[in-house]
């Protein structure tokens, strides 16, 4: 599935319809962040955040606990150089609109794909499209 297609599902399981542009750059980030050693995207962005110092936040989105808000400076931060900007670049926002953005929409994304408090198995799309 290529990013758009991504992007479309990201952006209807945020109830913002398929051309959002968040659903897009969460896309991006999903889809170039580092992976785990099983491949799997929700759990390679995690680790980026955690490894970035956002663990403790990070960990509330997956848990079935109030998810701790996060700021688009402690994102730009967090995750690794270069991959905020091909984000932002999704949007054609700058760099610091898409961190708000992601700040904003991320936690949701992240909580709702993981709503028994476990990074899901399979691939994105599918994990994506059972939450729709």
């Given at each position: ?88 670049q999704t949007c054609q926002l ?25 990074i899901p198995e399979g691939s ?9």
């Amino acid at each position: 599935m290529t990013d758009t297609d991504l992007g479309s599902l990201l952006g209807m399981l945020l109830g913002r319809g398929r051309t959002s542009g968040s659903g897009h750059m969460l896309a991006t980030l999903l889809s170039s962040a580092g992976s785990d050693s099983s491949g799997n995207a929700i759990d390679g962005l995690l680790s980026d955040l955690r490894d970035g110092g956002l663990g403790a936040k990070a960990d509330s989105w997956v848990s079935d606990t109030d998810n701790e808000e996060v700021s688009g400076a402690e994102i730009a931060q967090a995750l690794p150089p270069g991959l905020l900007t091909a984000a932002a670049q999704t949007c054609q926002l700058s760099d610091i609109d898409a961190a708000d953005l992601i700040a904003e929409t991320l936690p949701v994304t992240i909580d709702r794909l993981t709503p028994e408090g476990k990074i899901p198995e399979g691939s994105l799309e599918d994990v994506i499209t059972q939450h729709l």
